[in-house]
């Protein structure tokens, strides 16, 4: 018996995250119409949905529905998720060469923020998905090195990603739509930190943390 | 090399209006719209920026991709990100104002400018100064 992530693992993770992207849908909408265009929710959720659709038995591995994951929001989603997304997922498929131990678990996620900052080219406290995705790496990196299982980092990073999405809310936006609208972007919780707290959320659920 | 451009919007309207717009001045420029996601929404799509890149490509044309807004320019890196280094030679960025960039590229094309010449008029940097 290991702890190790395998593809049933990233199978339950993509599957549960479209189903958290349809429950939460609205309120990714409702994120985004107040500091962005309100496509977010729609995005996200049909972007995954047409990810599901094509998981089958052909996928061989972690790696296998990572890429996929990559390739199909990139070309679906339409709105600033799917590049972001899309090259989050594309970097974090190549850390993903086998199944996931702890230490690989840390390098999904670091190849995942490494993406969306080459993508986006934001850093931290401008309001966006980095300021969930990074303070997610960190706490992986610190529970990973305190002996934590893969499920357990999971975790770690979820709740750190949660944290850091509500972190976002008295931050100005200084990238991204939101950015046009200056001191009025205070007071609202980015749509993209929101949204990536709910995918590592679902990762680690589907690890069983 | 006679150069060609890609239009990218999130609104196909937009995009095929550029198109018309740019046509006006430029009418022997190859020029292709790629607005909207795939099903037709407002966004923008990773195959349609492709399959317009690919198309001018095998018509033997350099090309020049000009954007709307910052997603766009996010999913035109991702599809240049795929492109291997000698194809890059070939298939630049211009980040400029979408419509006067895309009149004065393609004005630029028109009267024979190579790929960095055009690029750099599509930037239209002189309505910043």
Redesign the interface.
């Known amino acids: 018996m290991t702890d190790n992530l395998s593809l049933a693992w990233a199978l339950a993770w993509i599957r549960g995250a479209q189903a958290t992207l349809e429950e939460h849908r609205m309120e990714l909408i409702d994120l985004d119409r107040a500091i962005g265009d309100g496509d977010h929710g729609e995005n996200m959720s049909r972007g995954f949905k047409a990810v599901v659709a094509k998981l089958d038995d052909s996928i061989p591995d972690v790696q296998g529905v990572l890429k996929l994951v990559a390739s199909t929001l990139m070309s679906t989603v339409g709105g600033a998720a799917g590049p972001l997304y899309g090259t989050a997922f594309m970097r974090a498929a190549k850390a993903a060469d086998s199944d996931l131990d702890s230490e690989k678990v840390v390098a999904l996620i670091a190849g995942a923020l490494e993406g969306i900052v080459a993508r986006g080219k934001a850093t931290t406290n401008e309001k966006t998905m980095v300021d969930a995705w990074t303070p997610a790496l960190e706490a992986a990196k610190a529970a990973h090195e305190s002996g934590a299982t893969p499920g357990q980092v999971l975790r770690a990073a979820a709740d750190a990603a949660a944290a850091g999405a509500e972190a976002t809310i008295p931050m100005l936006a200084t990238k991204g739509r939101a950015s046009y609208l200056g001191e009025r972007s205070i007071g609202h919780k980015d749509p993209g930190s929101t949204s990536t707290a709910y995918l590592l959320d679902e990762a680690a659920k589907a690890a069983g943390a | 090399m006679s150069v060609g451009l890609v239009i990218v919007s999130?609104s196909a309207q937009l995009a095929d209006g550029v198109v018309e717009l740019a046509l006006q001045m430029a009418h022997d420029v190859q020029l292709r719209a790629a607005g909207?996601?795939?099903d037709g929404?407002?966004?923008?799509?990773?195959?349609k920026v492709s399959a317009a890149v690919t198309e001018l490509r095998d018509a033997g044309l350099d090309v020049a991709i000009l954007t709307d807004?910052?997603?766009a320019t996010?999913?035109v890196?991702?599809v240049l990100?795929f492109l291997d280094s000698e194809e890059l030679e070939h298939v630049k960025f211009s980040d400029g104002p979408l419509v006067e960039g895309a009149v004065a590229a393609a004005v630029t094309a028109q009267v024979g400018g190579d790929l960095d010449a055009v690029v750099a008029a599509g930037r239209a940097r002189e309505l910043f100064e």
């Open positions: 999130h909207g996601t795939d929404r407002i966004g923008t799509s990773f195959d807004l910052g997603s996010m999913t890196d991702a990100e």
